[in-house]
């Protein structure tokens, strides 16, 4: 039996770091994953900005369950215009226009399909789509407001010992029980960014 589950995280924090050094660290997923106690693996793939994560954790039955994500990065600039200028599409804003009025950036995690299969339930290897925001904007010289928002959706195999349990019980346990190791693992993950910050505090 096929289990669907979703997860979600977020996060509203200050970084004590300037801005664009700010956006140059957390553009990195290599970098800032490699902080997740969950991720086995980050790499660029032969496609443009698409990125493979290779995540692991271990199944009630202490098997290693492998989870394989295709994630597309996009960012784009945060421009608020003041109500005076008109315009019907951003690419007619003249470049001085938008970097008057850039507020911030915005780094854009999206789901990629995948070049090949990757369902083996022999293997307990599935694909996970990520979706995430990363809103990022200066708070003075030195200081980062970055506004974290994450989605994970998994398919699995259910063993049969937990198929006794209403479905949609079960799947109401599995989407909260995801969300808590998502958001736990997330904290984990920018806590141990501070080693790089000169902190990074709670907005």
């Known amino acids: 039996m096929k289990m669907e589950a979703t997860g979600v995280s977020k996060g ?12 140059a660290y957390l553009s990195d997923q290599k970098k800032i994953l490699g ?17 493979k994560w290779h995540f692991r954790v271990t199944d009630p039955q ?17 421009v608020e215009l003041p109500a005076h200028i008109e315009y019907n599409d951003p690419a007619d804003l003249p470049d001085e226009v938008i970097q008057r009025y850039t507020v911030g950036k915005k780094i854009r995690w999206q789901h990629h399909p995948a070049p090949d299969n990757i369902e083996d339930p022999g293997k307990y290897r599935f ?18 407001r970055v506004q974290f928002d994450l989605r994970i959706d998994v398919c ?8 006794i349990v209403p479905e949609n019980i079960l799947h109401a346990m599995t989407n909260a029980g995801m969300s808590i190791i998502m958001q736990t693992s997330t904290n984990k993950m920018f806590h141990s960014i501070t080693k790089d910050f000169d902190k990074i505090t709670k907005s």
């Open 62 to 78: 202490n098997n290693p369950f492998d989870v394989i994500f295709f994630v597309e990065q996009l960012e784009e600039l945060l």
């Open 156 to 163: 699995f195999i259910l063993y049969p010992a937990f198929r």
């Open 127 to 144: 694909e996970g789509k990520a979706f995430a925001d990363m809103e990022l904007r200066p708070v003075d010289a030195e200081k980062t």
């Open 35 to 51: 902080f997740n106690p969950f991720c086995h693996k980050v790499e660029l793939t032969d496609i443009d900005n698409v990125y």
């Open 12 to 23: 509203d924090w200050i970084f004590h770091g300037e801005f664009n050094h700010t956006v």
